[in-house]
């Protein structure tokens, strides 16, 4: 696939995906969603920073390669559209209230452990 082809596919420009793949801008949680799903992986294995691999994307008119890191596994499933929406409304979140949540959500999982217990 192309860097104009993913671009295409993830409504940005081929120039904000070449910016992603040689690290000079970070992509919001949205697009970082749309991307994975076109490459058909998840956002943990794009994000990863361990055990990368390079991924050639020609750019669409001079063919010439592009490195982007990635995790190297298996293909991942897909997320679903609840996961999707969790994964970009936190990643919208300040860092404060990003602890916050997981705050919320460990406190979530052990008020369902205790029910789930009695």
Do not use: W
């Given at each position: 696939m192309?860097?104009?082809e993913?671009a295409?596919?993830?409504?940005t ?5 070449s910016r ?6 970070i992509p ?6 749309k ?9 943990d294995?794009?994000l990863s ?5 390079t991924?050639h ?7 010439a390669?592009?490195e982007c ?5 298996s293909?991942h ?8 929406q ?5 990643n919208?979140l ?6 916050v949540?997981?705050?919320l959500s460990?406190?979530l999982?052990?008020e369902?452990e205790e029910?789930n217990?009695?």
């Open positions: 192309t860097q104009k993913l295409e596919i993830v409504h420009t081929e120039v904000s995906i992603y793949t040689n690290d000079t801008r919001k949680g949205d697009i970082v969603v991307i994975a799903n076109a490459l058909h992986t998840t956002t294995f794009l920073e361990e055990e990368s691999i991924l994307l020609p750019m669409s008119s001079a063919e390669k592009t890191r990635f995790r190297e596994e293909v499933p897909v997320f679903s559209e609840a996961e999707k969790l994964l970009d409304n936190y919208r300040s860092q404060k209230m990003k602890k949540l997981l705050r460990e406190t999982l052990k369902e029910k217990c009695r």
